[in-house]
């Protein structure tokens, strides 16, 4: 392999461009493996948090060294501990390579020259300086906490023209905003968390520009605080609107009500991805959200109604549903008979579904349901399982562990064998001997198992059954985890 040239050697390593240990470990190979992973590791050197870099003085030395020696000598003179390396002496012209900017990573390392504010600042302002000179092109920017209008360096704008994916938060004054959108017109990605009320006027203004905006989300932090009696979203929503025909991901999670989302959701008919909640919608809006494309789809658990609506007017090409965390004191009354719809829905309208997240209460009527859809869903290939009995009285310890046989039972007799990976968690426990009975029917799987940490599963028992269906290779992974990290699920998109 060491024999392969230039060009099929960077082919293989684009493919690692996510894993920057094998690529690092590259670049011991020998030259022509150097030369050929660091444009590839400089394109965006910010987002390694897995390599010790040291507290990220590795970077502040090679940045450090493109400074030209009158600013060195005035940010000495303010006090400012600079390398004493040249760039010169680089054995690459890094910088040429780099194509993004993180502002926090920057804020970090600019620490390690001076403790005081003010000097990191200069320091910043320089480092931002070199970026706009040195960069071929700028394409990636995470500019959460920013305090430079970088945008206004003479080079700005032949760099911002290339920008693609744009990372921001609404506590960053809106005149940035506008700034971008003078000189960024085809972002395609574009991430915002909103974490401060805001006006909002010079983020629409930067999302009503776009020209080629495929991918947004915009999340509400959860720590707002609700003001009543405003829309606060119309103005985002319907700067958005504009892009209606070419975005293709929306995830749009409010904390609060806007009446604005029936208007502009049913115009986004060519998305594949949707995370959203329609609390706000009535049955005849939903109705008009047709989304032939989706194929990806995550919501809240108080939304099953509304999901069932869009699942039922999706295209058939669904392979992904997810439901986002939840608090159980919240829990509607109609959640027996949305989540039996929810069910039904699935298995009707989703043939080709292959990672599944169901909520449901331990009733004979959803199991048989569970029970047809597993027997249907031939392609599912991880399933999380959450069981929730709101009957509000006492559960016993022999009513969980009646309810886990009979879930047990169902995925004995009807799952599908390119399940993988199984997430449990709810009210119920599974007991020994109908467990290792679920295990003898996976022979061959190569199981990944995750359930919720309960007291029975640290039984000798237990233990000695687990461990040996991972000694026969039945199961892969075997672990406990918290029902927020069981539900979450990246969706690397």
């Known amino acids: 392999m060491s024999k392969l040239d230039k060009h099929i050697l960077f082919l293989i390593f684009e493919e690692l461009q996510d894993d920057p240990k094998s690529l690092f470990s590259c670049l011991m190979v020998n030259r022509l493996w150097c030369e050929t992973v660091i444009p590839i590791l400089w394109r965006n050197p910010w987002s390694y948090n897995d390599i010790n870099y040291d507290n990220k003085s590795y970077l502040f030395t090679i940045i450090a060294s493109y400074l030209s020696d009158d600013i060195k000598e005035f940010l000495t003179r303010r006090g400012i501990q600079l390398p004493l390396v040249s760039c010169q002496t680089l054995l690459f012209d890094y910088l040429s390579f780099c194509s993004s900017i993180n502002v926090n990573t920057i804020n970090t390392i600019t620490s390690i020259g001076s403790s005081l504010i003010y000097n990191q600042f200069l320091l910043q302002q320089e480092f931002y300086r070199l970026f706009m000179k040195k960069f071929s092109e700028l394409k990636y920017l995470d500019m959460k906490s920013i305090r430079h209008q970088i945008f206004y360096f003479p080079e700005a704008t032949l760099r911002f023209e290339s920008l693609c994916e744009l990372k921001c938060d609404t506590s960053v004054d809106s005149s940035y905003f506008y700034g971008l959108a003078q000189l960024c017109q085809y972002i395609q990605k574009l991430i915002i968390a909103n974490v401060r009320i805001n006006n909002y006027n010079g ?6 520009v776009q020209k080629n905006l495929k991918y947004f989300e915009l999340r509400d932090d959860r720590s707002l605080l609700y003001s009543s009696g405003s829309d606060r979203y119309k103005e985002i929503l319907f700067a958005l609107e504009k892009s209606a025909n070419n975005i293709i991901h929306l995830n749009i999670v409010f904390q609060f009500i806007s009446r604005s989302s029936p208007k502009v959701f049913p115009k986004f008919h060519k998305i594949k991805s949707l995370i959203a909640n329609f609390e706000s919608f009535d049955k005849e809006q939903l109705k008009k959200c047709v989304y032939r494309d989706l194929e990806i789809f995550m919501i809240d658990y108080g939304n099953l109604g509304a999901a069932s609506i869009i699942i039922e007017n999706s295209g058939g090409h669904l392979k992904k549903i997810l439901l986002e965390p939840y608090e159980i004191e919240d829990f509607e009354d109609n959640f027996n008979e949305d989540s039996l719809t929810f069910i039904r829905s699935i298995h009707k309208f989703c043939p080709s579904i292959e990672c599944l997240s169901l909520m449901f209460p331990p009733s004979n009527e959803h199991l048989s349901e569970l029970k047809k859809l597993l027997k249907i869903c031939h392609n599912l290939k991880l399933l999380i399982l959450i069981m929730v009995d709101i009957s509000y009285e ?12 009979n879930l047990l039972e169902i995925l004995i007799s009807s799952t599908p064998i390119n399940i993988k990976e199984f997430r449990f968690c709810g009210d119920f426990d599974f007991p020994l001997e109908t467990l290792e009975k679920f295990l003898e029917t996976r022979k ?32 892969k992974d075997f672990r406990y985890d918290s029902y927020t990290n069981i539900v979450n699920m990246d969706l690397k998109i």
């Not at 983020?203 to 009503?208: A, K, T």
């Not at 029975?456 to 237990?462: L, S």
């Open 203 to 208: 983020i629409s203004e930067l999302i009503g």
């Open 394 to 405: 006492d559960i016993t310890q022999e009513i969980f562990l009646e309810n886990g046989e």
């Open 444 to 475: 061959g799987c190569a199981l990944s198992l995750v359930l919720t940490p309960e007291s029975i599963y640290e039984g000798d028992d237990y233990v000695t059954l687990i461990n040996k269906y991972k000694n026969n290779g039945v199961i």
